[in-house]
């Protein structure tokens, strides 16, 4: 089976800079994703780690280890808009998708 | 347009009765998925169909079934609706990669069911 944990909730100030952090344990490992989520809206595809190492896309970057079976997703120069919940998931042997129950992200101003 | 559609997108039904949602996607891709999203859980998968006639069983396929009788949709069905079956439910498809390894899975709007 696999089992992702990832933190309920998280608060930053605008501007700043957030880790979010997901460890996972896993039957067989084909990528892990971040996706994030508006509240009452469908997740949107963030970014994914097949190797170990970090992935930078704008504002948002993803890191992964696979031998300690953990990845966070790292947000920098933090916008009101980005208050949002963040799933990381897993692509195990089956190709399938396990999430994780989301990281609510809140942004203060 | 969008890419991936569910429709309704709201529904409110009573226990005991049979509904479907349907989900279809312009995206070619062969694989589809139907999840279901209930607070502090996150998003469990119901079934999913890598091709057309393909089903297979998620984590929580009991009192649910599928179809998928065109690459272009994939519908979920409750036979017997019933209460603890309230929740926003998520179709996706993805891509195999063309061979790169990585599937990404693209979601519906989402579907938000309530059952009396």
């Known amino acids: 089976g696999q089992n992702i944990d990832q933190p309920t909730e998280m608060t930053a100030t605008e501007g700043a800079i957030v880790q979010i952090n997901c460890t996972y344990q896993?039957?067989?490992?084909?990528?892990l994703f971040w996706y994030q989520q508006h509240a009452g809206e469908a997740p949107t595809f963030l970014s994914y780690?097949?190797?170990?190492g970090l992935e930078e896309k704008g504002r948002f970057s993803s890191f992964l280890s696979r031998s300690k079976g953990y990845s966070y997703l790292l947000l920098k120069e933090l916008q009101m808009k980005d208050s949002a919940s963040y799933l990381c998931?897993?692509?195990?042997?089956?190709?399938?998708?396990?999430f994780g129950s989301g990281t609510q992200l809140t942004v203060l101003p | 347009d969008a890419d991936v559609t569910q429709t309704p997108r709201n529904r409110i039904t009573k226990t005991g009765k049979r509904i479907m949602l349907e989900c279809s996607q312009t995206?070619?891709?062969?694989?589809m998925y139907w999840y279901r999203q209930d607070p502090g859980l996150g998003l469990r998968l119901i079934y999913y169909?890598?091709?057309?006639?393909?089903?297979n069983k998620g984590e929580i396929s009991d009192g649910y079934s599928v179809s998928r009788q065109a690459q272009a949709k994939f519908s979920l069905s409750l036979e017997s609706a019933i209460p603890n079956q309230t929740a926003l439910y998520f179709c996706?498809?993805?891509?195999?990669?063309?061979?790169?390894?990585?599937?990404?899975?693209?979601f519906g709007p989402g579907t938000r069911l309530l059952v009396l």
């Open positions: 896993t039957s067989g490992f084909n990528g």
């Open positions: 996706a498809t993805s891509d195999p990669g063309r061979g790169q390894g990585v599937e990404t899975q693209y």
């Open positions: 780690n097949v190797l170990d």
């Open positions: 995206k070619g891709h062969d694989r």
């Open positions: 998931a897993v692509s195990g042997s089956a190709r399938q998708l396990t």
């Open positions: 169909s890598f091709d057309v006639k393909d089903i």
